[in-house]
Each structure stands twice: as C-alpha cells, then as structure tokens.
C-alpha cells in the first residue's frame, strides 16, 4: 500500500493546479447555441431526372470521380434504400464548367504575368539559402515534433508576419471583413465541404475521441468559414459576404516526391484565406475578382506567374472551376503553387444550409467561393528564391519594408548556435 | 503485494551488498498505471526507445531533504521525502547490484576464453570449465532478470521520482499571493446590470462564442488579435528578442518532459492519426500550438547550447492550444482551446547567478511597457507555493478586472523554471568541460482571448481599441 499511496499521490499532483483558478465559478457565461449540422439537401430534380443522366456520367468520367449515377438513379424513388441513396448522392461530384470539360486532360495556361528573374550567380533553393541565414530549421526535428516540422527565425519569422499583414490590408481594402476561426472544426464539417479525402489519400489529422464530439484540424479556413454561415438565410442585399481568415492548416498527406521535399509540402502552415458567399448570376464576377486580388497580390511582391486553369480530373468533388496561380521558384527551378481559387456553386451550400432569398422570394443555395491569398511556405519559397542576392541573403520586396521595421535585407541570424547533446544517464 | 514493499525496501537497505533478486521480483506485479514517453518502454512486448533520456539527478535533490520537506509540504503536497529517499537508494542498489554482476560476468568471460579455445584440457581444467561454465549460467541468469526488473523499476519508482515537483524559488510567498504592482486604480464602471463579453461581444458583432472549442472573432475584434500580436512583436523586437514561428505539433516525449502528463488528453490535445506514430506506441503527436512553451523546449530538447550565446532570449505569436478540462465551468473567453498568444522563451545559464533575476526582471518591465499601453488599469501579483504548478519555481501574473465575473484574470504570466525543463529533456552546455544546464524564465505574457474578455466587459457599450493596437492593425489608417 505504501509505494501505491506514495505513487498515486505523485500522479494525481500535476492535475492539482489548473491552469486558472476562478473564485467564483460563475455559470451565466452563457453561449450562443452550437448549431446543428443540417441534412445535406441535394439537387434530387437534376441529378434523378434520367434525361440527365448521360452528361452527369461523362462528368463523372472526366474528372475521374468515384460517384456512380447509375446506382443513383436505381436506387431513386425506393424509400427503403433511402441510405444507401443519400450516400451515393453524396459521392457526385459539382458539374464542371463547360469551358473546362473542353480542355481533357491538360490543364490551360491562361496567363503569364511579370518577369522571370535573372541571376548572374547560381540560385540557391529556399532550405539551403535560408538554413544558411540561421533563419529556417527543418533538420532533426523529426523525433520532436513529427517529420516536417519546421521552424522560421528571426527576420524569416517577421517575414511571414509582415505577409500576413500586407495581405490582410489589401483584402480590408476590397471589403472583406476578417474573422478569426478556430482550427479544430467537427470532422462532419469538413466531409460536407467535401474535403475529407483526396484521390483517397487521408487529407485529415483527427483528435483522439475524448474531446465530445468527433473533432479534426481544419485544411483550411474556408471549412470554419463555411462552419460559421452553415444554417444561414441571407437577403440578397447582404450578398456577397465576403469574408477573410488568418488560420493555421493541417494537412495529413505525406509525399515522396522529391520536388515536394522540405518546405514545398509541410504539414502545418499559416494562411490567409478569402471565402465568399454569392448570389448566382453573381459568381463568376466573384470569381473573377478573387482572381484577380490573387494576381494583384503576387505581382505586387514581383513574383514570375502563370495562371492556369485546372482540368476537370484536378477539381476534387467541391469545385466546378479551379484556377491556380504558380510562382516560379528559381532555386528549385519549377514553377510552385501558389494559390489556388475555386468557385464551388451550391456544392458546399446544399451541404451545409446556407441560403439566400431572391428579389422575388425564391429561396436558393448561395454559391461559395474559397481563394487563397497568401500561403506562408510556397509564398516564402517563391519569394526568398526570387529576392536571392549574389551574396546569399533575401532583398526584402519595397512593399513589404513597412512591415519589416525598415529592415531591407535579410542576413544571417543571430541565432545560438546548438549542436546534438548525446547523453546516457549515469545512476 | 504492495504491503510488502516497505518491508522489502528495508531488507535491501540492510542487505545492500546482497543479491535482492527475490525481493525484486515481488515488484513485478506492480500494476503500471502510466507510461513513461522519456524512458525506454515496453508495449505489448514491443519496445519503444526514447529519443532522449532525461538527466538524473536525485542525488542532487535529495542532499537537502529539509529543504526538499518544505518544498513540498508549501506546494500542499503531502509526501514524506524519506520514503522517496528510500525508494530512490532501493533503486540504485538495483543498479549496483546490476554493475556487479556485469563485472563478475565478464571476469568469468574472460577466464573462459582460453578454456574455451584450449584443446586436451587437464582434468583441473576440466574441473574449472564446467565449474565456470555453471558459474557464467547462473549469472546470465540473474541478470536477465535483474534487466527485467530494472525496466519495471523504471516504471514504477523512476518514473514517479521525476514526478517530483521544481524546486521552490525563494521569492515565492509560502502563505498568500502579493500584489507586486497596481497601475492606476479599478475604476468600475456604474452600470447596475453588468454584462459578461459573450453577450457584450455578440451585441458589438465582434463574437459568435459556441463552446470552448468552437469562437469566432469578428471585425475589429479579429483585426485587433492581429494588432496586439503585432505591437507585442515590435516591443519584444525593440528589446532584441528574437522572433520564432514555431510549430504545432509536439510528440509525447516533449509533453512528457515540460511535467505534463502526455497520456491525459485533458492535458494536451492528442492526435488520433498521426502517419509518425506507431498505434501502440507510447510517444504519440500532440497538437500545442507554435506560440507556447512546449514548443520552444521541442526547439531545443537534447540540444548542446554554445555557452558564448547566453543569455537566449526569443519570443513568438502565435496560436496556443489547450484542452478543456472535463467538468470544470467554462467561462467565454477566459477558458477557450484555442487562443492566440504571445509566447517569451529566454534560457539564462546559471539559476543561482545575478543573470538570472536580471533576465527575469527584463523580461518583467518589457511586458509592463506592452500592458502600459493596452489597458488602463492591470495589477501584477506573485503567487503563491500552493497556486504553483509542479514545473514551476516562481510565477508572476499580469491580471486584467473582470467586472462579470468581479474578479481579475489572468492575462498573462512570466514563469521561473530554474534547471527543471533543462534536466528532463536535456538542454545543455559545457561549461569548462563540465557539463551545466541553462535556467529557463518563459510564459505566455498575453493571451489574446481572455485580454479581449476583460476589455469587452470593462467597456459594455462600445469596442475601445487601445490607440497603440490600432496603429499596428493591418488596416489602412490613413482612411
């Protein structure tokens, strides 16, 4: 009895303290209603209707979609398979912009913009270029905090701040308005934006099953933005809603490959995000605009673009058009994704209720809409490789100087120097 | 089973030189109730090695038992430090015992060798080969099991020794916690019905709170998370800190290391499909946030710090996740999972050195010049040894008015940890060729939510931005 009581006492003594102790507990913090997640409300009338079934299959076909319209319309109009129907109808994906079914396969460069840096020196790829500056640490970090994992120091780590802030400035100046989300979003959430999984590859950490509820790490702030609206009937004079997010993303998938090494393909960034709610005959010009912010944003930094807009196999379930921009990453030699934005029509909105009223009374499912505006990891790939002196240091871009304290070139940091400590212990 | 321990522990005492196999073998039915991520562990007959193996030093802490007795009957801890005395000299005997028989099998390995290779042996020779030979069995024998039992001890009386908590700092009031400093007085405001931030918040369109794990900030509220990040960041630059962007996930071994206990998910926010992690495997992901201390001792566990560079002052904004304890009140703002935070970190070579009071008064003034210009009013407390948590020596708290809930918040804090974290998760130096380990000073000195919680409800009416923050809000200012 004597080790157990001694042992128990010591286990039970780090749970002694909370982390704050309240005087009075008081119970009249009361919340807002957590809102319930709506049964998704399909397009039954087009997507049952026989006579459409030829052009849903070939859109199935060409974006290489699991979903099975045959299956659907069997199992339509018999109430005893009601599941079995509601899963399948789940499985189809958006239709596909027109324009984009003509392009098969390849993907269509629609635009170049800016310059392609010349260098009289050999550049030099970020993680060696910044790894030398004493400003990015990725190297046995493993064990610690998972394979990955990477640190910015320094100048690199206001880098990203001043990114962050310059966009968000930007976006304030073209009405957004900016909400701060939480990262951990039910996982039913993010299955409704039809983000769970891609081509089968797990895109989702989940929480271990304590937490009430089954809880994951948001991909992106566009799942906690689509969370916050889910439930909504909006006036149409309300629309767009245009909002924008500051959020870190998690993302499961793990590559080989080796072009995505280091920092191209991480686990866990900061983004900022831009999502939109739009009435119909609207979001294309929504479309358009976030675009066009993506590509004002990037030039602005002097980045070498293309834009390219993606082909049906490349859409995922939730998007009828995808454009991406790519920077061209000198170091590496490639061109990179940069951004990616995408006009999700009422796909994500028959799945989580979010509705509009018409001039004239109709009730419809708003359009959604998601671009990125700023990436931190690509976007610090594209930019330090661009912005690469003869020296080895990064020319901070003129915009960004007033977010840096007025400080124009990124040297090396003064960081302490660490090396590995080996040690047994000796008893 | 357990009853005889004590008096197993006794035997040993007085048997020191003996072999305490058949004592030992007793504890192997000890029932494990936690495992270890910083010792080697065995998980359904798979073992698990640990990156790093903490620093021992019970010899150390044990020397002075009076003061080690007052420590812990301060913190309300109510243990009898010989009985972990005795368990921890029980364990080294183990260890002693365990050296030994590793001597004596090597001596007879090394008297073998020739017999072995010998050909036409004598009969002595003889005689002495199987004499040996018998000898050599017996010994493998005893320590195999001497191995085993090693590893059970490891779970069941190390582990708990490093359960010990911090040493006390003697700055730490025993009784009452002591208000350091008030600046300006509480001035409430007159309204009867007071309103708490949730309901306040909603009314401004500044929050839409769902429960701890789910809150929107909007608006200007989320344009001022980023201004007091940021204005935190220019003030902790201008002091020549050095920024860090840290990262979100932390294995279990980490978690384990800063004192909290890996296997509570209440504790740390466990990851249920981590592609590093083994199912079984005790060494899990966590998900902690970049701008908090777990993430900055994963920066440097089992790292050698050149001694040219102390003192390591760094800072980081960023994101700090924390469960939500099961049963406990959940109070808006002030209780939520996730927060944004601000984040110092600065290691200090030596505990008992001027440096080390200097740091953390440094450290102090900046986060005053920080408060100074966010709110009007704030006090600045030193807690109590029973407010202390295990891992922490000394802690100052920057506490904001609550009018709601009519008491202050803590805001902030700023925390000494002394050589705690250094020795568990090994951060050291060489310092003359001897081997040191640098003092922590660290804590999260702003915690956006719960500052936004008091500001809200000391102003029920209308969001004051404090003038500083809007300056550093990513909004055009010129407009």
Redesign the interface.
């Known amino acids: 009895?004597?080790?157990?009581k001694?042992?128990?006492?010591?286990?039970k003594?780090?749970?002694?303290?909370?982390?704050?102790?309240?005087?009075?507990?008081?119970?009249?913090?009361?919340?807002?209603?957590?809102?319930h997640i709506p049964e998704p409300e399909y397009d039954i009338n087009f997507l049952c209707n026989p006579s459409n079934r030829d052009t849903i299959f070939n859109n199935i076909k060409a974006r290489k979609a699991i979903g099975d319209i045959d299956k659907v319309l069997e199992l339509s109009g018999k109430p005893e398979f009601k599941k079995s129907f509601l899963h399948e109808l789940n499985k189809i994906p958006n239709q596909t912009d027109p324009r984009v079914l003509t392009y098969g396969e390849q993907p269509r460069i629609l635009k170049q913009c800016g310059h392609e840096p010349k260098f009289d020196f050999k550049p030099q790829e970020f993680s060696t270029l910044a790894t030398n500056l004493n400003a990015f640490?990725s190297q046995l970090?493993?064990?610690?905090?998972?394979?990955r994992?990477?640190?910015?120091?320094?100048?690199?780590?206001?880098l990203?701040?001043a990114l962050?802030?310059?966009t968000?400035?930007k976006l304030?100046?073209h009405g957004f308005?900016?909400?701060?989300?939480?990262?951990?979003?039910p996982t039913e959430v993010i299955e409704r934006c039809g983000l769970i999984t891609d081509n089968g590859r797990?895109l989702v950490?989940?929480?271990?099953?304590?937490?009430?509820g089954d809880?994951s790490?948001s991909g992106t702030a566009e799942m906690?933005l689509a969370y916050?609206v889910m439930n909504s009937l909006f006036d149409s004079e309300d629309l767009p809603l245009k909002m924008a997010?500051?959020s870190?993303c998690?993302r499961?998938e793990?590559s080989n490959l080796l072009h995505e090494k280091n920092l191209y393909r991480v686990?866990?960034f900061?983004k900022v995000e831009m999502f939109v709610c739009s009435k119909h005959e609207e979001s294309e010009e929504q479309f358009q605009e976030l675009l066009s912010i993506q590509e004002n944003l990037f030039s602005s930094l002097n980045l070498y673009l293309r834009i390219i807009d993606m082909p049906p196999h490349d859409l995922g379930s939730p998007a009828y058009r995808k454009i991406d921009i790519e920077g061209w990453m000198p170091g590496r030699k490639l061109y990179g994704e940069l951004s990616s934005c995408s006009n999700c029509t009422d796909y994500q909105s028959r799945r989580l209720g979010i509705k509009y009223k018409t001039k004239n009374g109709e009730t419809l499912y708003v359009h959604t809409l998601n671009g990125t505006a700023c990436a931190i990891p690509r976007m610090l790939i594209a930019l330090c490789e661009t912005h690469q002196t003869k020296h080895n240091r990064i020319q901070v871009p003129e915009i960004l100087l007033p977010y840096m304290?007025g400080k124009t070139l990124i040297k090396k940091?003064?960081?302490?120097?660490?090396?590995?400590?080996k040690?047994?212990?000796?008893? | 089973m357990?009853?005889c321990?004590?008096h197993f522990i006794r035997k040993c005492a007085a048997h020191k030189t003996h072999n305490t196999l058949k004592f030992v073998n007793m504890l192997l039915t000890?029932k494990r109730?936690?495992t270890s991520a910083l010792f080697i562990s065995q998980v359904k007959g798979k073992e698990y090695y640990s990156?790093?193996?903490?620093?021992?030093d019970f010899d150390e802490r044990l020397t002075n038992l009076e003061k080690l007795q007052q420590d812990l009957t301060r913190r309300?801890?109510?243990?009898d430090v010989k009985?972990?005395k005795s368990?921890w000299e029980f364990?080294?005997s183990v260890?002693t015992n365990k050296s030994k028989l590793e001597l004596r099998s090597k001596e007879i390995s090394d008297k073998l060798v020739p017999l072995f290779t010998k050909e036409n042996l004598t009969t002595d020779e003889q005689a002495e080969f199987t004499k040996l030979k018998l000898q050599i069995s017996v010994i493998k024998y005893d320590l195999k099991m001497i191995k085993n039992t090693l590893q059970e001890l490891n779970e069941?009386i190390l582990e708990?020794l490093f359960?010990?908590?911090n040493e006390l700092d003697g700055k730490t009031p025993i009784q009452s916690p002591v208000v350091l400093k008030r600046v300006n007085s509480l001035n409430e405001p007159s309204h009867s019905d007071k309103k708490?931030?949730?309901?306040i918040g909603?009314r401004l369109g500044l929050l839409?709170?769902?429960?701890p794990?789910?809150?929107?900030?909007?608006?200007d509220?989320?344009?001022f998370?980023?201004g007091v990040?940021?204005y935190a960041?220019?003030i902790f630059?201008a002091d020549n800190m050095?920024?860090?962007?840290?990262?979100?996930?932390?294995?279990s071994?980490?978690i384990d290391g800063s004192?909290?206990?890996h296997e509570?998910?209440?504790?740390a926010?466990?990851?249920?499909?981590?592609?590093?992690v083994d199912k079984n495997s005790p060494n899990r992901?966590h998900?902690v946030?970049?701008a908090s201390l777990i993430?900055f001792l994963?920066?440097?566990?089992?790292?050698?710090?050149?001694p040219t560079?102390?003192p390591?002052a760094y800072f980081?904004?960023?994101?700090q996740?924390?469960?939500f304890?099961?049963g406990?009140?959940?109070?808006?703002l002030?209780?939520v999972?996730?927060a944004?935070a601000v984040l110092a970190f600065i290691?200090v070579k030596d505990a008992k050195s001027k440096e080390y009071n200097e740091q953390f008064e440094r450290l102090l003034n900046v986060v005053c010049k920080l408060y100074d210009n966010i709110c009007d009013h704030y006090q600045i407390v030193l807690r109590s040894s029973s407010?202390?948590?295990?891992w922490e020596s000394m802690r100052v708290s920057f506490e904001l008015w609550s009018p709601?809930?009519?008491?202050y918040?803590?805001v902030g804090h700023i925390s000494a940890y002394g050589e705690y974290f250094s020795k568990r998760l090994?951060?050291?130096y060489k310092s003359t060729n001897e081997?040191a380990f640098p003092s922590v000073i660290s804590g999260t000195v702003l915690s956006v939510p719960r500052l936004l919680g008091c500001l809200l409800e000391q102003n029920p009416d209308k969001f004051v931005i404090p003038q500083k923050i809007l300056e550093y809000m990513?909004?055009?200012t010129s407009l």
């Open positions: 009895m004597w080790l157990k001694q042992c128990n006492q010591l286990l003594y780090p749970q002694f303290c909370t982390r704050i102790s309240f005087r009075k507990q008081s119970t009249q913090y009361n919340a807002d209603t957590i809102p640490k970090l493993g064990s610690l905090i998972g394979t994992g990477y640190l910015f120091l320094g100048d690199l780590a206001q990203e701040e962050i802030h310059f968000v400035k304030m100046k308005k900016l909400v701060s989300v939480p990262d951990i979003i797990n950490y989940n929480l271990s099953p304590f937490y009430e809880y790490l906690s916050k997010a500051v870190r998690f499961a793990i686990h866990q900061t304290a940091q003064s960081i302490a120097k660490m090396k590995l400590f040690y047994k212990p000796q008893i | 357990a009853n321990i004590p000890f109730q936690y990156f790093l193996q903490p620093y021992i309300g801890l109510n243990l009985d972990v368990m364990y080294k260890h069941s708990k359960q010990l908590p708490n931030h949730i309901e909603r839409e709170y769902r429960n794990m789910q809150y929107y900030l909007c608006n509220a989320a344009l998370e980023l990040l940021s960041g220019k630059s050095i920024r860090v962007a840290g990262a979100d996930f932390s294995r071994l980490v004192g909290l206990n509570d998910p209440a504790d926010f466990i990851i249920d499909n981590h592609s590093d992901m998900l946030g970049g993430s994963a920066m440097h566990a089992k790292q050698l710090i050149n560079h102390f390591v980081s904004t960023g994101r996740y924390t469960p304890r099961p406990s009140n959940p109070i808006g002030f209780t999972c996730q944004s290691l407010e202390l948590r295990p709601f809930s009519k008491q918040i803590e090994l951060i050291g081997l990513p909004i055009d």
